[in-house]
C-alpha cells in the first residue's frame, strides 16, 4: 500500500489502541480509506494487523511514528 494510506492507518491505528472506549474502530479505519480520495481503499482485514501490531507494541509504535520509519513487519508492503 501507498506509504500516504499506511501512516493514515497507522495514526488511527495508535487513537484505537489507546482508545478505552476502542474508538475509532476497525471498521471506521477501513471506511476512511475508502471515503478519501488521496487514500488507496484498504479493507479491514488489511487493517487488522496493522492495528493489532500497534496495540501489541504501543511503545515502539510511538517511536516509529516520531520518526516516520515503517516498522519491520509492513516494510515490504508499505512503497512511497
Known sequence: MP???FW???E???AH???D???PSLS???????RREDLEYVPRDRVTP??????TNRHRARGYWERRE???PFRATVVD
Open 3 to 5: 506509504a500516504k494510506t
Open 8 to 10: 493514515k492507518i497507522f
Open 12 to 14: 488511527l491505528g495508535m
Open 17 to 19: 489502541a489507546e482508545s
Open 21 to 23: 472506549n476502542e474508538t
Open 28 to 34: 471506521s479505519i477501513a471506511e476512511t480509506t475508502k
Open 50 to 55: 496493522i492495528v493489532d501490531w500497534i496495540a
Open 70 to 72: 515503517i516498522p519491520p
